[in-house]
């Protein structure tokens, strides 16, 4: 099946600096990608629906200037977390494929806040 | 806004026994249903994919079931091995203005030998 990375698998930092985690899709294009997050014991949450070429969409509640999202080509999608704070400590994970039933999902960056 | 509910929300067996796992969702006005694997600090892997109008599909030892007009998917799985020990999350497919995945929680299966 297809494959997709992300990059880093975690990180840690301080309160207040910027994250970015790369997802890429190794052997396959794709005009859409998805960014979910999801808490410890929780389901996964779409946070938004990142298209090639335009502006990502979020979904409600989800604020688009702490979480830039930039899909500059047709096999990466970036998402930064800006001054991250604890509370944004997750697991970020993103989706890419086809078809929204088609979709191959990345291992998922762990992301820790101090 | 659909709601997805999964039952148990974790579940240990002995090696050999059959399970089923549970899920339910608010709105019946959905795309597909599909049951994902989910292993620790890992991605997830599709398992089953059904179509709205399907009832059931079936991957070696899984079998899935459907029924849309009452909200409710179960996962089967027979004669359950210790390889099967992960976190099985049911997500339902909507269509506005996306599409969109919403997940319950999962239930995290334990299968001891």
């Known amino acids: 099946g297809a494959v997709v990375s992300q990059h880093p698998s975690w990180v840690i930092c301080k309160s207040g600096t910027s994250v970015k985690i790369e997802c890429r899709s190794l052997d396959f294009q794709a005009t859409t990608m998805f960014w979910y997050r999801q808490f410890p014991k929780q389901s996964l949450m779409l946070m938004a629906t990142s298209n090639e070429g335009s502006k990502a969409t979020y979904e409600q509640g989800v604020e688009k200037d702490k979480f830039l999202i930039n899909h500059a080509s047709l096999t990466l999608s970036t998402l930064t977390v800006t001054s991250a704070h604890p509370e944004d400590s997750s697991f970020y994970i993103c989706?890419?494929?086809?078809?929204?039933?088609?979709?191959?999902f990345g291992p998922g960056t762990r992301l820790t806040v101090l | 806004k659909q709601e997805v509910t999964q039952i148990p929300a974790a579940l240990s067996v002995p090696e050999g026994e059959n399970l089923v796992l549970n899920c339910s969702f608010t709105?019946?006005?959905?795309?597909?249903l599909q049951w994902f694997r989910q292993d620790p600090g890992k991605g997830l892997t599709s398992l089953l994919l059904?179509?709205?109008?399907?009832r059931e599909q079936t991957s070696g030892r899984l079998n899935a079931s459907l029924d849309k007009s009452s909200g409710r998917s179960t996962l089967y799985i027979a004669a359950s091995q210790p390889g099967d020990s992960a976190t099985y999350l049911c997500a339902v497919i909507t269509r506005g203005s996306n599409y969109k995945l919403t997940f319950g929680k999962g239930t995290l299966l334990t299968v001891n030998p």
């Open positions: 059904i179509q709205s109008s399907q």
């Open positions: 709105d019946s006005a959905i795309y597909n």
């Open positions: 989706s890419a494929g086809g078809r929204i039933d088609e979709q191959f």
